[in-house]
């Protein structure tokens, strides 16, 4: 999971808005179902159906009597930390045999008992409410429809995952279907070979733009929605940005793991950010327009491709299996979400798609935003992660935990002398972990990590820097690969500003004495463009750095603002304040650490 790309106020807003109220209970307390067999569902996903926002939904599965029959919905989507409790859209629940009609009720909120009148077929019928665009939820508009499994399908309580399925959509003659399941002989039918799978494979069912390369040997899909949306020059570029991004991902483990890889991405200008949800072999995006071609979108695409490596394959042993009716609580977020993160940027540098310049200001953006929040416990605030707090940590294990990577693959290069790297890390523990059927414990992680560094021990370090809240070493560290923070100078305007929804960007404060007070500007003013160019892209594109960055102090800027109905413009004065520090590189580096570091970005290691 990634999210990002929005002014702070609007992503909280768009996840409180997502998030509804967190319910946690204990053990299913609910028998086990009766055995079902030959499990089938039918979606169905027409012009009339999207219109409101329903799909419906038949399960057929054959029963060997009369015992009752439990069947349960999903409370969260793997990857998608939150409890959404999916049995909260269902509607119109009704189960036959034949003509009969079969009693029903609820076990518990996300249960439905039924009891057969015979051994035979039963046939499970509802309408699910699929209005909530979020890559793990389902949403439908006229001419399209998203949803996931977790959403759909029923699995029988207390019984083995390992059953299993197909599914058959049932659309109009126009819409295309695209998704990672597996395509059975029958039209519009896939299959699954077992529930794990099944709900890891999310549809687009509709009219959308779709297209397909091979890259590293085996079939990547582009599917975007809506239609032309994503066309062009900006649709050549991410296909190019794919192209050199998932190589240097390959290997790191050695192996494509997919027979053919999906991109699902939807653009809409309702959403507020731009957030991609991983698989097993795609990856579900949603973006507001302006993430579409921005900086973030090639990291976002390399962040969740690698995600089907770490997390859906290589993944905590609190993680297998994935159970479905409540929290699955892990203090590793910050290797399967954080060193994601790090072989996202790694993945981008190594391939080609940003330079070395850009890898440093990746990396020193996240050092800063850690230097900036309260000092945290990588490992608590993975756990947190199910509850979103709001004491300023949350998901900073995104960041700290990329940064957490850097540092052991600095550590690693340093004791190995360069022989190997935390690539090796993440490849063994694969062959050891997910190849053998599990999932990975702490010795085994620290073990390996041990291995790669000549038997150099972890602990105190894990103990400071993971389970601990010490500031990371950063001089120390960065000088093993002759790279060193520097103070940086950056223009300013001296104003607090927040996205709006319809992508305007608004004055929250103006810092005292700041050039922007000076000039007129007021709380509350819009601003709608700074030389002429949105001001959204000026703020959050990165541009404004890019237009004043070298212009003398005192530099005129001329800024439009909105204010009640008026516009007004105003001529503010080019200013310098202190900014982050970045990370640069140290012309005294001495050899070996020139080596080390170009190992880091090149995906290199000596022999
Ligand atoms: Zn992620």
């Given amino acids: 999971m990634l999210r990002s790309l929005a002014g702070p106020a609007v992503v909280l807003a768009s996840l409180c808005a997502a998030s509804p109220a967190l319910a946690q209970r204990a053990a299913s307390e609910v028998p086990a179902s009766a055995p079902v067999t030959g499990v089938r569902y039918e979606v169905t996903a027409d012009r009339a159906g999207l219109a409101e926002h329903r799909l419906h939904v038949v399960t057929t599965f054959g029963v060997a009597g009369t015992a009752p029959v439990l069947l349960s919905l999903p409370a969260w989507t793997p990857g998608a930390y939150e409890i959404v409790n999916f049995a909260r859209t269902v509607s119109e629940f009704g189960a036959t045999q034949g003509a009969d009609s079969l009693r029903w009720d609820k076990a518990d909120y996300d249960t439905w008992r039924l009891w057969p009148k015979k051994s035979g077929q039963v046939t499970v019928t509802f309408d699910v409410v699929a209005d909530t665009l979020d890559n793990g939820m389902s949403w439908t508009k006229p001419d399209f429809a998203l949803f996931n499994g977790t959403n759909l399908f029923l699995y029988p309580e207390g019984r083995s995952t390992d059953f299993a399925a197909t599914v058959a959509i049932k659309t109009e003659p126009d819409f295309l279907i695209a998704t990672g399941m597996t395509?059975?002989?029958?039209?519009?039918?896939?299959?699954?070979?077992?529930y794990h799978e099944l709900v890891d494979m999310p549809f687009f069912v509709g009219q959308f733009d779709l297209d397909s390369a091979v890259v590293s040997g085996k079939t990547v899909r582009f599917a975007t929605y809506p239609k032309g949306v994503f066309a062009g020059a900006m649709r050549t570029t991410a296909w190019d940005q794919i192209k050199r991004s998932i190589p240097p991902e390959v290997l790191v483990f050695g192996e494509v793991p997919w027979d053919s890889y999906s991109i699902l991405h939807i653009t809409d200008s309702t959403f507020g950010g731009m957030s991609g949800l991983e698989h097993a072999n795609s990856h579900v995006d949603v973006s507001a327009p302006r993430g579409n071609g921005s900086d973030f979108q090639p990291s976002l695409f390399a962040h969740?491709?690698?995600?089907a490596w770490n997390v859906k394959r290589l993944r905590p042993a609190d993680l297998v299996p994935y159970r479905y009716d409540r929290p699955q609580q892990t203090g590793w977020l910050w290797v399967s979400e954080g060193i994601t993160d790090y072989y996202a940027d790694l993945a981008l540098v190594r391939g080609g798609v940003i330079d070395t310049k850009g890898f440093?200001?990746?990396?020193?953006?996240?050092?800063?935003?850690?230097?900036?929040?309260?000092?945290?416990?990588?490992?608590?605030?993975?756990?947190?992660a199910w509850i979103k707090v709001r004491d300023g940590t949350d998901a900073l294990y995104y960041p700290k935990g990329s940064l957490a990577g850097f540092l052991l693959d600095i550590m690693i290069r340093d004791a190995s002398d360069n022989r190997s790297s935390l690539d090796n890390v993440m490849r063994d523990l694969y062959r050891a972990t997910y190849k053998q059927g599990r999932g990975f414990t702490a010795d085994e992680w620290w073990g390996a990590v041990s291995r790669a560094s000549n038997g150099r021990s972890y602990d105190?370090?894990?103990?400071?820097?993971?389970?601990?809240?010490?500031?990371y070493p950063w001089d120390e560290m960065l000088k093993v690969i002759g790279l060193r923070m520097q103070a940086d100078s950056v223009p300013r305007m001296g104003v607090s500003i927040r996205t709006e929804p319809d992508g305007g960007v608004r004055v929250m404060e103006l810092a005292p004495g700041s050039p922007a007070a000076g000039a007129g500007i007021k709380p509350n003013d819009l601003i709608v463009s700074v030389n002429e160019r949105p001001a959204m892209q000026v703020f959050y594109g990165g541009?404004?750095?890019?237009?004043?960055?070298?212009?003398?102090?005192?530099?005129?800027?001329?800024?439009?603002?909105k204010r009640d109905s008026a516009t007004v413009n105003v001529q503010v004065p080019l200013k310098f304040g202190a900014g982050p520090p970045k990370l640069v590189e140290d012309p005294a580096a001495s050899p070996r650490a020139v080596r080390l570091r170009n190992g880091i970005l090149r995906g290199t290691t000596d022999k």
């Fill in 183 to 194: 395509r059975a002989p029958e039209a519009r039918t896939f299959r699954a070979a077992n």
């Fill in 304 to 307: 969740e491709i690698f995600h």
């Fill in 360 to 384: 440093y200001a990746a990396t020193s953006g996240k050092i800063s935003e850690i230097a900036n929040a309260p000092p945290f416990d990588l490992k608590d605030a993975s756990l947190n």
């Fill in 460 to 471: 105190d370090f894990a103990r400071r820097y993971i389970d601990g809240r010490d500031p």
């Fill in 543 to 561: 541009a404004f750095a890019e237009m004043y960055g070298a212009k003398p102090a005192g530099t005129s800027i001329p800024v439009v603002i």
